[in-house]
């Protein structure tokens, strides 16, 4: 095809009516008969060849350009992509003693000690979004944002207006995934806010926002005059090394064509990358992004392997981030939150302020003793100034953390201020709000007969990690829960049905109709096939977090079998009264233990709310409506996927914990102890009681290099 700027007035013309046959061909496949008859990416490329050619001959736009056809553009939002490879975060570091652990655990993970030498790459922590883009021989295909980590959106019309993103790369490997962030710079985000407030359109609070704001345009046409930049830093799937080291991978990709930041320095230790890290602080006022810490990567890509990944973020790399942002405003009030686990959280409501770039109107105050000046254990903070409403406050907030009140200014103090009084009964319902002993936080006692409580929840259960249905957001389930249509999770698959049987139906309520009220029966029918740890995550269980979801979901692989645990666990240590020790004897517990990333107050929490009948019954009217998704099951091609393993005694080959992530990277269950369960023990020498207990119950025993050579890394 003749590339756009060259083509003659005529070629033009030829090319848009030939542009208009072929796109509403494709588009009539694809939205009438859900027959495609070309991939969206190229369905994408050739819509974006015609508005190119549009713009430039705008007097030629045809009557019928498939540039305003509705329905032809891809209008109900993105097309999702699935990620060849998890787009993980990062774990933070907040000071040096951070970064030193973080060295440590490195070292310990790969049996080094510290006087072997370790190289780490170090570069400034981009404070835009993450893109992944995917290349096959040397054309992009999709250009994925992040979205949860696993499921991104097909942004590639928009990707494809950034400079730094070429559309077609020489001398690179056949497959190669690009992943970096997109920003915007401080001076396009100025011009762009100064023409949006010209044309009376909304303003961005930071660059950031700015950026995303104007990837996820639905018409490339927007994201084209919003001008973009992109940095690779990292990368996916790749069907040949791009080199040994990070450093050199870097600097391939920068071969490659693409934008690699400047900044990014080799360091040979924790005291080079902290005196990196200071050098770039230093930098950060003048540079026309914004930033928001440091990365430190393990440079060895053969390093980098074997360390692997935690369920969210990797073992070889972290973001040390810079020092939080201060300001000074007026608390106009200080109001109560009831959250889905009954939490009362004091939010402050401030006289807004810009703190660090961002437009700050609300802060938490975490608890009632922290307004009062005490921490947990009842030492004063602040010099045990109190906060009241009318005082100067300060704030504070670190990257992309919730704000906090951090400090009071009592020489503003006006005369007229009154302590603040802790609610003791729930603001929502009126039911007794309570503080356990050794609890921070006081609770509301309502559980689902508390409006805001119930509220939260279904809200938890819609939102982006859990079930995220599509439709169904916060004003929606308020709206519904406010009507008496869901009142609790199980609810939420009975809209349908119910609202069959209703005489004034959803599509005749103000602001629904009949497509809009079928998309979204839909989309919840879609989310009746669930993956086992958005379910898990989605139940909104106290101190279940994504990351722990995703750990117990690869340990127990269906609800079934963790339930069973969590109530038999409940069974074994009678949950009221039953001390650590107790607790800990029992084998049940000892299971839950085992596994890494999830401690004890989890474990207390997940079986103490499978101990109490009427949630465990709402659990059970919800499991009913869905197909749970066990994790990956069809990823690992490997012979000990779905086996439970022990590893005892020495191991020489590599340490405890490599080799536990490893047997787990290959979809196995690792266990402390050896039960009937147990369907191998790999024992070094040393190795004792769990030998015995293995030949006791007829378990498969090996040494470390038979389990090698069965995983294939002998
Ligand atoms: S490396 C597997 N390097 O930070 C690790 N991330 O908090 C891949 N980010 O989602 C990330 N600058 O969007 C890496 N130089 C940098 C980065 C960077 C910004 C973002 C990225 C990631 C988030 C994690």
Redesign the pocket.
């Known amino acids: 095809m003749k590339e756009v700027a060259s083509l003659s007035r005529e070629e033009a013309k030829a090319e848009l009516a030939r542009l208009a046959e072929v796109l509403h061909a494709a588009a009539k496949a694809y939205f009438q008969k859900d027959a495609p008859v070309r991939t969206d990416a190229d369905y994408d490329s050739l819509k974006r060849r015609n508005v190119e050619i549009e713009e430039l001959f705008p007097d030629l736009k045809r009557d019928d350009s498939p540039t305003d056809k509705v329905g032809a553009a891809p209008s109900e939002g993105f097309r999702k992509v699935r990620h060849s490879i998890p787009?993980?975060?990062?774990e933070?570091a907040f000071d040096e003693s951070d970064v030193m652990e973080f060295d440590r655990s490195v070292r310990n993970f790969l049996g080094m000690s510290g006087a072997d030498p370790l190289a780490y790459t170090a570069?400034?922590?981009?404070?835009?979004?993450?893109l992944s883009l995917r290349y096959e021989a040397g054309k992009l295909v999709y250009a994925a944002t992040?979205g949860d980590?696993t499921t991104g959106e097909d942004v590639t019309p928009n990707a494809l207006t950034i400079k730094g993103i070429p559309e077609c790369i020489k001398s690179a490997p056949e497959l190669l995934e690009v992943?970096?962030?997109v920003y915007m710079s401080h001076e396009d985000f100025a011009a762009l806010n100064a023409r949006q407030a010209e044309q009376e359109n909304k303003t961005f609070a930071n660059p950031r926002n700015a950026a995303a704001g104007s990837l996820r345009q639905l018409d490339a046409r927007i994201t084209a005059k919003r001008p973009l930049m992109f940095?690779a830093?990292?990368w996916g799937s790749v069907s040949a090394a791009l080199a040994d080291t990070q450093e050199g991978a870097i600097n391939r990709l920068k071969d490659i064509g693409f934008a690699t930041?400047p900044l990014?320095a080799l360091c040979s230790g924790t005291a080079e990358l902290v005196a990196h890290y200071r050098r770039i602080e230093e930098k950060r006022a003048t540079l026309d992004y914004d930033?928001?810490?440091v990365?430190y990567?393990v440079n060895d890509l053969g390093l980098q392997a074997r360390l692997g990944?935690r369920s969210t973020?990797?073992r070889w790399?972290i973001?040390h981030k810079f020092p939080a942002e201060l300001a000074w405003t007026q608390l106009e009030a200080i109001d109560i939150q009831v959250g889905r686990t009954g939490a009362l959280s004091p939010v402050a409501r401030l006289q807004p302020v810009t703190v660090g770039g961002v437009v700050v109107s609300n802060a938490t105050l975490h608890n009632e003793d922290y307004i009062a000046g005490r921490d947990a254990s009842g030492n004063e903070i602040r010099d045990g100034k109190d906060i009241r409403a009318g005082d100067w406050v300060q704030i504070y907030r670190a990257g992309d953390v919730i704000p906090k009140v951090a400090d009071v200014d009592l020489s503003k103090r006006p005369r007229d201020a009154k302590p603040y009084e802790f609610p003791e009964e729930c603001p929502v319902c009126g039911s007794p709000a309570i503080r356990e002993e050794g609890d921070a936080v006081r609770r509301c006692t309502g559980g689902q007969i508390c409006r805001a409580q119930a509220v939260e929840k279904l809200k938890h259960f819609v939102s982006r990690g859990a079930f995220d249905i599509e439709g169904l957001g916060a004003k929606q389930v308020e709206d519904f829960h406010g009507r008496g249509w869901i009142a609790e999770l199980a609810d939420i698959f009975l809209l349908e049905e119910r609202d069959r049987a209703r005489e004034r139906r959803l599509k005749d309520q103000e602001g629904w109709g009949d497509k809009s009220a079928e998309k979204l029966f839909l989309a919840i029918h879609e989310r009746r096939r669930i993956d086992f740890h958005r379910f898990l995550f989605g139940l909104g269980i106290r101190h279940l977090g994504e990351a722990a979801a995703k750990d117990l979901a690869r340990h127990f692989s269906d609800w079934p079998s963790l339930a069973t645990a969590a109530i038999d666990a409940a069974k074994e240590a009678a949950m009221d009264d039953a001390s650590q020790a107790a607790l800990d004897g029992s084998p049940a517990w000892k299971e839950f233990l085992s596994i890494d990333g999830v401690g004890r107050t989890l474990v207390r929490s997940l079986v103490l709310t499978m101990d109490r009948e009427a949630e465990r019954d709402s659990i059970e009217r919800l499991v009913k409506h869905l197909e749970i998704v066990p994790p990956d099951a069809q990823a690992f091609d490997s012979p000990v996927a779905g086996k439970a393993i022990v590893f005892t005694g020495t191991l020489n080959r590599m340490t405890r914990s490599e080799a536990k992530a490893r047997a787990e990277a290959l979809g196995a269950r690792v266990s402390g102890s050896v039960s009937a369960k147990t369907d191998l023990v790999v024992a070094g020498p040393g190795a004792g009681s769990k030998v015995k207990k293995a030949a006791e119950l007829g378990v498969e025993t090996m040494d470390e290099d038979d389990w090698l050579a069965l995983i294939g890394d002998a």
């Not at 787009?87 to 990062?90: A, C, K, Q």
């Open positions: 787009m993980l975060s990062l933070n570069e400034p922590k981009i404070d835009g979004l993450s992040r980590g992943r970096g962030e940095f830093y990292a930041n990014m930033i928001d810490g990365v990567k990944s973020a990797p790399a973001s």
